[in-house]
């Protein structure tokens, strides 16, 4: 596994767009397609486990079917993990605002899984696996964001 530093430009790119997308999830009807859902789980990995160091725990963690404590619905998980990451964002270094934003992103993957098909679930799963193999070398060389692409805001 590489040694990334702390980059908190890139950290903060990857959460302003994971908030973007988890906003337009929130205003959707309807389940999301699974690639949807690993691409919120890429960025929330790209920024805190890349761009922060921070690593409670391992990606296998999003393998697992774990039940959210209430169902509320996808749209309403994505409202909940938007507010989180812009709280988050906007403090780097407390962890309690780190863990309340993980805590959102696994409900919202819980949430999705209770509501998907097992063709869905199985290829939300098999993307995750796919994750996992190429581990955090491989997300951070990913082109996920603009400054990957060598595009600046606004262009």
């Known amino acids: 596994m590489g040694n990334y ?18 906003d337009a999830l929130a205003n959707r009807s309807g389940q999301p397609a699974p690639g949807d859902v690993v691409t919120l789980i890429k960025l929330w990995e790209r920024a805190t486990s890349i761009g922060l160091g921070y690593s409670a725990h391992n990606l296998v963690w999003y393998t697992l079917n774990l039940k959210p404590h209430d169902f509320v619905g996808v749209s309403r998980r994505a409202s909940l993990l938007s507010d989180a990451v812009d709280n988050f964002t906007n403090n780097l270094e407390n962890t309690t605002w780190y863990y309340r934003a993980q805590t959102a992103m696994d ?9 998907t098909s097992d063709a869905n679930n199985r290829d939300l799963t098999s993307q995750v696996h796919f994750m996992i193999r190429a581990g955090l070398d491989g997300l951070a060389s990913e082109e996920l964001l603009d400054s990957d692409r060598g595009h600046t805001k606004g262009d």
């Open 107 to 115: 409900n919202l993957l819980n949430e999705y899984r209770k509501g």
């Open 5 to 22: 530093g702390r980059d908190e430009n890139m950290a903060k790119e990857a959460l302003d767009l994971l908030e973007g997308k988890a």
